[in-house]
């Protein structure tokens, strides 16, 4: 059977595109084809080089006013679209090709500390000032609202007194590191 095709979106450092990346280089169900951004200066750019994956710069104008985000997602017949770090509202022409094959992860349990505005380090910085007892990652789908799609996923982690918003963000990459993979496989393994 051949192997579903993955497109990897990220804004950032790219850690968690690379370790998703990893994960299905001998992956019998899937393997990631097209790692996306709208970051020509972005960590992520030098990572796909590193792993020898396509990667596509796209800006704003491209991205919501014409069909060549999407173009470049068929050209490569993706299946499934992974946000990982990725920072834009997703726009409907991708939502209506992709209906529940867009997965993205927030670094904190949602509903709280979603939204417009809270991604990365304004997360945990959140979490910290609030004293939080426990923060986490939940895994969902992609909708026309920022992080309000259906969660397939959450893991918890403790916020310890005296935790500040590196420590607590380190803590959440390694839960993010451990459970995002096998959560996509699962996603794919259900088509
Ligand atoms: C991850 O912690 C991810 O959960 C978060 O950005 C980080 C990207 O790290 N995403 C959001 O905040 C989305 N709202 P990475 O670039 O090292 O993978």
Redesign the pocket.
Same mark, same amino acid.
Request: glycine share 16%; net charge negative.
């Given at each position: 059977m051949k192997k579903k095709h993955i497109a990897i979106f =990220? #804004?950032? #450092?790219? #850690?968690? =595109?690379e370790n998703i990346s990893r994960f299905f280089a001998n992956h019998p169900l899937a393997e990631v084809c097209l790692i996306l951004t709208n970051k020509p200066d972005a960590? @992520?750019v030098q990572r796909a080089q590193n792993l020898g994956i396509p990667c596509r710069i796209f800006n704003r104008e491209e991205f919501y006013n014409s069909g060549a985000v999407l173009d470049d997602l068929k050209r490569f017949e993706v299946d499934f679209i992974v946000? =990982?770090?990725?920072?834009w509202l997703i726009p409907s022409n991708l939502l209506v090709a992709y209906p529940k094959r867009i997965i993205? +992860?927030?670094?904190a349990l949602l509903p709280k500390y979603?939204g417009k505005g809270? $991604?990365?380090a304004r @997360?945990h910085q959140s979490v910290v000032e609030n004293k939080e007892k426990e923060s986490g +990652?939940t895994i969902h789908f992609v909708n026309e609202e $920022?992080?309000a799609g259906d969660i397939i996923f959450q893991a918890r982690c403790s916020v310890e007194a005296g935790d500040d918003a590196d420590c607590l =963000?380190q803590k @959440?990459?390694e839960l993010?590191y451990r459970h995002f993979p096998e959560v996509i496989a699962s996603v794919v393994a259900k088509e």
């Open positions: =990220a #804004s950032g #450092s790219g #850690s968690n =595109a960590a @992520v946000l =990982a770090g990725f920072l993205n +992860i927030h670094p979603g809270m $991604y990365g @997360v +990652i $920022y992080d =963000a @959440v990459h993010e």
